[in-house]
């Protein structure tokens, strides 16, 4: 088993005066101008993607994805829209957008704007079907929000329902 790992903008060895990091001002800016820090995020792991494909010990059908937190987010992301990705690890990020990001969570790089309006993180999470997932969250998390582990229960619940082959849940858009 092989580990490779994305050092994000704004982060460890990439910081900079103009960060994109979490608190920054830059960060926010960049929902202003749609130029969102999950979506950077994203390019960059895709982009480590194509070069961890080009190593001669990678196999290109074996690749997993392993995440907490912000990583969580990072492997939740990668997963769902990066068919490559044979198996997501997501730990510590399945709350909730109304409950838990717009509720409590103030770092900008959960954030793309008005993704609230027309999904949530169960159905991000959903496009990395059929391929194997697994999830994880604590349930004295600050991040679940104000219901507690509640919320991220149910978001697992309708991920597995969905999973299973449900369709749309008529409740779920009311």
């Known amino acids: 088993m092989r580990k490779i790992s994305c050092d994000g903008r704004g982060r460890s060895d990439r910081l900079c005066q103009r960060s994109w990091g979490c608190t920054s001002s830059q960060g926010w800016r960049g929902l202003k101008t749609r130029q969102e820090r999950a979506g950077v995020m994203l390019w960059d792991m895709q982009r480590l993607m194509d070069y961890a494909e080009g190593l001669d010990y990678v196999d290109a059908e074996r690749i997993g994805c392993v995440g907490f937190s912000g990583g969580g987010q990072a492997s939740m ?22 409950e838990s990001m717009l509720h409590s969570h103030l770092c900008c790089c959960n954030y793309f704007l008005g993704l609230w309006e027309l999904a949530d993180v169960s159905d991000i999470c959903s496009l990395i079907a059929p391929r194997p997932l697994f999830l994880g969250n604590g349930d004295e998390d600050v991040e679940n929000g104000p219901r507690g582990i509640a919320g991220p229960v149910e978001q697992a619940e309708f991920l597995a329902w969905h999973r299973r082959g449900g369709l749309q849940s008529p409740d779920r858009w009311e």
């Open 77 to 98: 992301w990668l997963a769902a829209m990066d068919e490559r990705i044979s198996l997501a690890v997501i730990s510590g990020y399945l709350h909730n957008y109304p």
